[in-house]
């Protein structure tokens, strides 16, 4: 699982007049929806700073984590990335744990396959997920639109990445298209609808995976231009 650890951007659950809910206890309620899992990655909790580790130290210290898993949950938050003196997207956690999720790791002779990635969208502090997900954008076919510039990139480049996409065309959306089915590898789901029946979405990103030529994958934290 992956996620920043202090974001306080997120809606309240805790009804705690002394607490102020955090990212991390939405972690604590999947554990308790979902019970004891090892095929879920459970990545970065303390929010420790990447330049405490030297490269060799990050990349060990993800293979150890992920190298057994097959399922990764990406918490997307209103305050998931980290601005702090406009810091880079490769010295903060979640690029690097969405990206040893993707690649193929060797150990001991044995090699791990791509995980399944999916992400799980947590409302802000308004109960709104419009941050990233605005439905009903269009009057025409009722689409959602995903406002995918607000990732980091290697969440971003493996949405709508479908090799050869199902789309329509609809005189009423901008651009007239839009795309449907499994158009993403990583596909964007709501906390509530998530929370309600995560066996359904774990089997749809089980699927995706195994269907995975499919779709362009990237796999590196950031990309040269």
């Known amino acids: 699982m992956s996620y920043k650890y202090g974001d306080e951007q997120v809606q309240d659950i805790l009804n705690s007049f002394w607490e102020t809910t955090k990212v991390r206890?939405?972690?604590?309620?999947?554990e308790e929806v979902l019970g004891e899992n090892d095929e879920i990655y459970k990545g970065e909790k303390d929010g420790q700073d990447l330049s405490?580790?030297?490269?060799?130290?990050?990349?060990?210290?993800?293979?150890?984590?992920?190298?057994?898993?097959?399922?990764?949950?990406?918490?997307?938050?209103?305050?998931?990335k980290d601005w702090t003196f406009f810091t880079p997207e490769d010295d903060q956690w979640i690029p690097w744990e969405i990206s040893y999720s993707l690649k193929e790791i060797t150990r001991n002779e044995r090699t791990s396959r791509t995980n399944a990635v999916l992400a799980v969208v947590i409302p802000d502090e308004n109960?709104?997920?419009?941050?990233?997900?605005?439905?009903?954008?269009?009057?025409?076919?009722?689409?959602?639109?995903?406002?995918?510039?607000?990732?980091f990139g290697i969440l971003k480049r493996n949405m709508f990445n479908k090799k050869n996409p199902e789309i329509i065309e609809c005189d009423g959306h901008t651009g007239g298209t839009v795309y449907t089915g499994r158009h993403s590898y990583i596909q964007s789901i709501k906390w509530e609808n998530f929370i309600n029946n995560p066996t359904l979405y774990l089997d749809i990103a089980t699927e995706i995976k195994d269907d995975l030529e499919s779709y362009n994958i990237s796999k590196l934290v950031t990309v040269e231009e």
């Open 52 to 80: 405490d580790f030297k490269d060799s130290t990050i990349e060990t210290h993800l293979k150890n984590k992920i190298f057994d898993s097959s399922i990764t949950i990406v918490l997307v938050s209103k305050g998931m």
């Open 25 to 30: 206890d939405y972690v604590n309620k999947l």
């Open 127 to 151: 109960g709104s997920y419009d941050y990233y997900i605005q439905e009903n954008t269009c009057p025409h076919c009722n689409c959602s639109t995903l406002k995918t510039d607000f990732l």
